[in-house]
Antibody, heavy 118, light 107 residues
Framework: QLQLQESGPGLVKPSETLSLTCRVS??????????WIWIRQAPGKGLEWIGS???????QYSPSLWGRASMSIDMSKDEVSLRLTSVTAADTGLYFC??????????WGRGTHVTVSS | IVLTQSPDTLSLSPGERAILSCRAS???????LVWYQQKLGQAPRLLFY???RRAAGVPDRFSGSGSGTDFTLIINSLEPEDFGVFYC?????????FGGGTTVEMK
């Protein structure tokens, strides 16, 4: 059973870099079938696509993030990572890790809360 | 592609039918359109992919349809567990996007 578990610092200061990880269960991370996806949700708002990475290394990021996002896969740790630079209060929200055979979220983690505040 | 969902909110009673719309600003290639349901305090879950293909475990009172720019999610005979926020998302372009969501609330 594929399970995803996000983790992160919880609180980040403005202008700093946010780093999140998504732990992938049962060696699914080595499966070339999947896109690994990050999605976020600001408090009381809708879903926002951040980007995706495929095991082939191909990445895609939402242009609304203005080049601040980057993703990577560490197969030795069964982890997918998200880095978001120069954060502001607008980056506060619930961050989800997800995956699917295409850029759609067939499976979701429970999410990790991020607050940007000094 | 901009996705516009309507209505913003549906207030219905259990047993009633819900009809949700998702309209795209341009044709979605291969009808790569999905529907998710999100309940309060939970992660969303996939309901339909490729517009009309039901995900595993989704009851058949849910149906997804549409093509091109107009897509519909119908829930026949609402059950108490069906209420929540529903989002559509397209992946027909290199930049996937979400609709703003429709809240189905209990009247």
């Amino acid at each position: 059973q594929l399970q995803l578990q996000e983790s992160g610092p919880g609180l980040v200061k403005p202008s700093e870099t946010l780093s999140l990880t998504c732990r992938v269960s049962n060696d699914y991370i080595s499966n070339n079938y999947f896109y690994w996806i990050w999605i976020r949700q600001a408090p009381g708002k809708g879903l926002e696509w951040i980007g995706s990475i495929h095991n082939t290394g191909v990445t895609q990021y939402s242009p609304s993030l203005w080049g601040r996002a980057s993703m990577s896969i560490d197969m030795s740790k069964d982890e997918v990572s998200l880095r978001l630079t120069s954060v502001t209060a607008a980056d506060t929200g619930l961050y989800f890790c997800a995956c699917g055979p295409r850029p759609r979220a067939d499976r979701w983690g429970r999410g990790t809360h991020v607050t940007v505040s000094s | 592609i901009v996705l516009t969902q309507s209505p913003d909110t549906l207030s219905l009673s259990p047993g009633e039918r819900a009809i949700l719309s998702c309209r795209a600003s341009q044709n979605i290639a291969s009808n790569y359109l999905v529907w998710y349901q999100q309940k309060l305090g939970q992660a969303p879950r996939l309901l339909f992919y490729d517009a009309g293909r039901r995900a595993a475990g989704v009851p058949d009172r849910f149906s997804g349809s549409g093509s091109g720019t107009d897509f519909t999610l119908i829930i026949n005979s609402l059950e108490p567990e069906d209420f929540g926020v529903f989002y559509c998302q397209q992946y027909g372009t290199s930049i996937p996007t979400f609709g703003g969501g429709t809240t189905v609330e209990m009247k």
